[in-house]
């Protein structure tokens, strides 16, 4: 079956743009996880989805980050005032419950300039 | 800070040899762990799973975990080329979230 799909595979934008990236979780999947990978890094926590809900948003960096899954199906990130720290690859997982394995997205590679 | 360490590296084995990756955790509440593989450009990719202690042994992979020593670690034998990537630990903890905490990952290049 399809997996995790993410758009766009690239985006680049400018220093205090806007920007949202969307994440379709496989279908059926109640978990969605949102995480950021920079070179060299591994991913690293920003938030956690189950249905509808963020149940933990605490790795969020800051209130410019934003993200809403309001049917409980697809996931929107959305960063506003872009800023070149931003610039890192954005991962969308999604598991089938709680307390189970995720599955990864190909990833968005968002580039601020 | 609950942290998930592993050695950066990087791992190089001969083809043929049996690659070992090591991963300790610093929460005592964590209770499933996880194991990906990254090629390099591309997204994490999921390999094993292990909740009890023990061995688990999926095909050429077994992962360990020895949750007294909070320690988890993935053998390969009979690497490949083709196995050669960066390897990510992850943990879940009951304590908080379903969040997953990873480490840094170990590069693994598998020698012809």
């Known amino acids: 079956g399809a997996g995790v799909s993410q758009t766009p595979s690239n985006k680049v934008t400018e220093k205090g743009k806007y920007v949202e990236l969307r994440c379709d979780p496989i279908?059926?999947?109640?978990?969605l996880y949102w995480y950021r990978q920079s070179l060299g890094q591994g991913p690293e926590f920003l938030i956690y989805?189950?249905?509808?809900?963020?149940?933990?948003d605490s790795g969020l960096p800051n209130d410019r980050f934003f993200a809403v899954r309001p049917e409980g199906s697809v996931s929107t990130l959305k960063i506003q005032r872009t800023e070149r720290g931003d610039s890192a690859v954005y991962l969308c997982?999604?598991?089938?419950?709680?307390?189970?394995?995720?599955?990864f997205g190909q990833g968005t590679r968002l580039t601020v300039v | 800070q609950k942290e998930v360490e592993q050695n950066s590296g990087p791992l190089s084995v001969p083809e043929g040899a049996i690659a070992s990756l090591n991963c300790t955790y610093s929460?005592?509440?964590?209770?499933?762990f996880f194991w990906y593989r990254q090629y390099s450009g591309k997204s994490p990719e999921l390999i094993m799973s292990?909740?009890?202690?023990g061995d688990k042994e999926d095909g050429r992979f077994t992962a360990q975990l020895n949750k007294a020593s909070q320690y988890v670690s993935l053998l390969i034998r009979d690497s490949q080329p083709s196995d050669s990537a960066t390897y990510l630990c992850a943990s879940q903890s009951l304590g908080g979230s379903e969040k997953l905490v990873f480490g840094k990952g170990m590069k693994l290049t598998v020698n012809p």
């Open positions: 989805f189950q249905g509808t809900g963020a149940a933990d």
């Open positions: 292990i909740y009890s202690n």
């Open positions: 279908s059926g999947h109640t978990a």
């Open positions: 997982a999604s598991g089938p419950g709680e307390w189970t394995e995720a599955f």
């Open positions: 929460d005592r509440g964590s209770q499933s």
